[in-house]
């Protein structure tokens, strides 16, 4: 649940989408019908790590494929903090398509860069609270092309308090993913 609660917030649903995709059934008989403003995120597919799925928060179709780190580590060792996940969302009322996104797990410390890297490429990230998204948003479709072609993503980041992050992502089932969330996501 805490990697559907990351997905909405990062797929740019706010808190009543992320809301929406978390309400509990009030009762069994409503658990049959959605909820009024819209439907949960549904798995459509497992490719490896990553999951795709689907959703309808306020109405608006969103997918996303999603993945938690294969290898994570910090600097000093073992410090505390919330799970990290890799995304990348489709709005079609949006018109985005392909949106990557990784949520870190805790606050950024302002003015540091995160990077993105894959297949000897690094991508400088903007980081928002605890979400990393592309600086440069005209290199995505590179990004997203060297991530089906890779094995796996390295994302590098500092904390508010300091500490150093290396999450790896293994990118095995990813292009399959992506390629569901196209299918479900006209």
Do not use: H
């Not at 309808?56 to 999603?66: Q, T």
């Not at 949520?103 to 297949?119: C, F, H, N, R």
Request: proline residues 6%.
């Amino acid at each position: 649940m805490a990697a559907i609660v990351a997905a909405t917030a990062l797929c740019g649903l706010g808190a009543d989408g992320a809301q929406a995709l978390t309400a509990k059934p009030k009762a069994a008989t409503a658990a049959a019908k959605p909820e009024a403003g819209g439907t949960g995120p549904t798995l459509v597919g497992q490719f490896g790590i990553w999951g795709a799925y689907t959703a309808s928060p306020n109405g608006k179709k969103v997918c996303f494929a999603l993945a938690k780190p294969s290898s994570s580590k910090t600097n000093p060792p073992n410090r505390p903090r919330d799970p990290s996940y890799a995304f990348i969302s489709t709005r079609p009322a949006e018109k985005v398509v392909n949106e990557i996104s990784v949520m870190i797990g805790y606050q950024i410390k302002p003015g540091t860069d995160s990077i993105l890297e894959v297949g000897g490429a690094r991508f400088p990230m903007y980081a928002q609270g605890d979400g990393l998204w592309i600086k440069n948003a005209a290199e995505e479709e590179r990004l997203v092309e060297a991530l089906r072609k890779g094995a796996d993503a390295v994302v590098k980041a500092t904390s508010a308090k300091g500490t150093e992050t290396t999450d790896v992502f293994s990118l095995k089932g990813l292009a399959q993913a992506l390629d569901r969330v196209a299918q479900d996501c006209r």
